[in-house]
């Protein structure tokens, strides 16, 4: 609080919630949250009102429920109440065609540019132009702090974050919340892709034939996920295209019970599937990049990364959703794969090395004549 500003940047687990709360309780100003997702926003919602015992705001998703002290707020929300353009983050943004009456837009705009507080979440994640024209409207903020996972962006503008919210101010990493127990240990597997003939030199091509249609890269998907299934693992499976989702669905259904959440599913759908499966009505939840930050399901202990590609920040954060500890709960599973194709190949070792800059991962390498 003495600084005004900053970033905190810490891992999955080291209680970002509380320190919001903690901000909110000590300011006591009028504050908005902003967030990336739709999940984000019920998710926090719920954890301020439960914890706090108060009722507090909620923007997006189709509501425009605006509150005198706390508001949390979706950024494309806040962004077409400004008349802006968003930015899309995920297939849920590109989905989202938010209209808002005029009456509601000058609400949202009251709010921000009243509000004495600004909090980002995952503000790595958002794009600068949307961040700075939010910034540039909260004219009543004092306190600007922004929460992050993974607190640098791969494109190499970090500094334009730092000067909306300001320089870090605190440092938590994964592999020292591990150390303490506060979360438990990852164990990534490598699965090495055999190569393919007569690919294309287009990104988009390859990745259709190589990673979407390529029936032999399935099914070693398939033959790592059952094997989580029988030895009781409860398993989260990222992908980043629409159709390969519901290849594996289709693969999978047979023999579990599977759910494929993207951006299309509302809001009330999702939170349903999230609790059959902490109830343990579902085993597998396939998603999109709907499900790479943010979402708090403990229970999970095994991760299938399908989709590739380098970024650094997206690394980090899909593997924080496994690593939240929970009765049971001695580690968590990791399975990526190893392409063997143009492009590709480079996306797995950046990966690779950025899972090394953490201590506390545990690694598995495919043996040389696996490669």
């Known amino acids: 609080l003495k600084e005004k500003s900053g970033v905190v940047a810490a891992a999955t687990g080291s209680g970002k919630s509380i320190s919001i709360l903690q901000l909110i309780a000590n300011t006591n100003v009028k504050t908005i949250i902003y967030v990336i997702g739709v999940d984000l926003l019920y998710q926090l919602h719920q954890t301020i009102e439960n914890t706090l015992g108060i009722k507090i705001g909620i923007i997006g998703d189709g509501k425009v429920d605006i ?131 007569k690919l294309s030199d287009n990104y988009q091509s390859i990745y259709k034939q190589y990673v979407v249609d390529n029936e032999v890269r399935n099914e070693l998907i398939i033959k790592a996920t059952n094997k989580l299934i029988d030895s009781g693992r409860k398993i989260l499976i990222l992908v980043k295209n629409i159709k390969h989702g519901k290849i594996l669905l289709n693969e999978l259904e047979q023999n579990s019970v599977v759910y494929f959440l993207r951006g299309e599913i509302s809001s009330e759908e999702r939170n349903q599937v999230k609790e059959d499966f902490i109830n343990g009505n579902i085993d597998i939840i396939i998603a999109t990049a709907i499900y790479d930050m943010g979402i708090d399901i403990k229970n999970l202990d095994a991760l299938v990364l399908c989709g590739s590609g380098k970024s650094s920040v997206r690394t980090i954060q899909r593997l924080g959703r496994v690593l939240r500890p929970y009765p049971g709960k001695k580690n968590a599973i990791v399975i990526d794969m190893l392409d063997n194709c143009k492009y590709l190949t480079q996306h797995a070792i950046k990966r690779l090395e950025t899972y090394r800059t953490e201590a506390g991962f545990k690694i598995k390498l495919p043996k040389r004549k696996d490669v």
């Open 67 to 197: 509150k005198r002290k706390i508001n949390i707020c979706t950024i494309w929300t806040a962004a077409t109440a400004l008349g802006k353009k968003y930015v899309p983050l995920n297939d849920e943004d590109a989905s989202k065609k938010e209209k808002l009456k005029n009456e509601n837009k000058s609400k949202i705009v009251k709010a921000i540019r009243e509000a004495e507080m600004v909090l980002y979440d995952e503000c790595q994640m958002i794009a600068c132009r949307t961040i700075q024209e939010i910034n540039s409207e909260s004219i009543g903020a004092y306190y600007k702090f922004g929460f992050s996972g993974s607190p640098w962006r791969d494109s190499g503008d970090d500094l334009l974050i730092e000067g909306v919210v300001g320089k870090n101010i605190i440092e938590v990493t994964s592999s020292e919340l591990i150390k303490k127990g506060f979360l438990v240990e990852p164990i990534i597997h490598f699965i090495a892709v055999p190569k393919m003939d």
